[in-house]
DNA sequence: ATCTTCCCCTGACATTTGTCATGCCGACCG
DNA sequence: CGGTCGGCATGACAAATGTCAGGGGAAGAT
């Protein structure tokens, strides 16, 4: 239960971000401190699960976006693969809904870039002691913007409606009727009290709902 | 006309970047090289032009995406009042389009992040020495998107659309008649070969365009 | 000087989208 | 068991959107 592992082995530590800059200096920065060891980088989700798999870590800090795989599709595939390593989530902006998704794939940590180096360094022992840590401003975040409300298929539509789409094309991948489709888009757009679908998608993005 | 100036007076550098990790941690790296002092830090576009004012910098590095002003903003505003202050902006993901504003608004340097420290070193003596880096690959997409084949009210009608708006509500604040908006709307999708205003505003978007 | 071209602007018409009333089915409760 | 509630699905009607033909004016070409 020593949550700083003064004269013990160091922890092993995964770093995974596709921004070089950032992975370099952050690897150059947790360098510095004593009891913690960088084992392996990875620049993009499927490499980091290569690495993860060839060097076992004790802890893999992992950044949300990331080509290939996000950081919580990673994490849930690490948890069943290697149960002792514990994932830290490390975002930029982060989104209510990722929060969820993330505590639901078994991540410990969950903190925003803003976060000083120092403090990075102190959440990595916490987690690798076995606690949790989410950040609490995230937190507050995800508490306050609540549950989805949208029902499954309310959900599927608007996914479908995204990326612009109309609704007759939007009907036939769904396979229903456009006027079913209007009705879901139509009864999301009232549950999220906003003016129209885009917005309605916009929301539904912002609080990770889709 | 030294390129590299070696025991002359170090270059001053000023950093601004909303992520505390990142920005500390290029601090710290940056600081490794003898000619290279980071003298200002700040995390906001408007911070930064106060720091740049204090602090009068030979470089000043800046995000893109800063809350209160982007780096290209920020750039605009160096360029008239410290002449002498070259700009390099950096950036996680880079749109065709900022390249090319960032180009008219002076800035000296352009690159992802997803170069290393290292190479962001040579990069900031390249630009204190007179010269100009843009990265390869993002000038490529910029050349090869090519220039935005939108008319101003097109861009601006296009923009007032960007958050869901109804015609309606643009008409209003563009002071133009519905028909008229619609008519722009759907120039710009035509002209863009997209199906929908929506995708003609993600297109646009990500050109840079608007 | 006149012509061509492009941009700006508009209203009328067809199409698409949003809203509403309605029916069906399964789950939960008394 | 019967009742009620919420999710799923649909079509009809009203409102918003996309498309079209066309007029006026400024800039550059012949």
Redesign the interface.
């Known amino acids: 239960m020593t949550a700083v592992p003064e004269a013990g082995r160091p922890v092993r530590l995964l770093l995974a971000d596709?921004?070089?800059?950032?992975r370099?200096?952050?690897a150059?920065?947790l360098a510095l401190e004593d009891d913690l060891l960088v084992v392996a980088e990875a620049a993009s989700g499927p490499e980091a699960l290569a690495m993860a798999r060839a060097h076992e870590p004790d802890v893999a800090v992992l950044d949300l976006q990331m080509p290939g795989a996000d950081g919580v599709r990673v994490a849930t595939s690490l948890r069943a693969e290697l149960p002792g390593c514990r994932v830290l989530i490390?975002t930029?902006h982060g989104r209510p809904g990722h929060l969820k998704r993330a505590l639901e794939a078994g991540v410990r940590g969950f903190v925003?870039?803003?976060?000083?180096?120092q403090r990075?360094a102190e959440i990595i022992r916490t987690v690798h002691a076995g606690n949790r840590y989410v950040d609490p401003e995230l937190a507050a975040d995800a508490i306050s913007s609540g549950d989805s409300p949208l029902t499954a298929r309310e959900a599927e539509v608007l996914e479908l409606a995204a990326?612009?789409?109309?609704v007759v094309e939007i009907a036939e991948r769904a396979a229903l009727s456009q006027g079913t489709v209007r009705n879901y888009l139509s009864s999301a757009v009232s549950k999220l009290g906003v003016?129209?679908?885009?917005?309605a998608?916009?929301l539904a993005r912002e609080r990770g709902w889709v």
Chains 1, 2 share one sequence.
């Open positions: 596709d921004e070089h800059l950032i370099g200096a952050l150059a920065l490390v930029g925003p870039k803003t976060v000083s180096a990075l990326d612009g789409a109309p003016e129209n679908r885009h917005a998608v916009r």
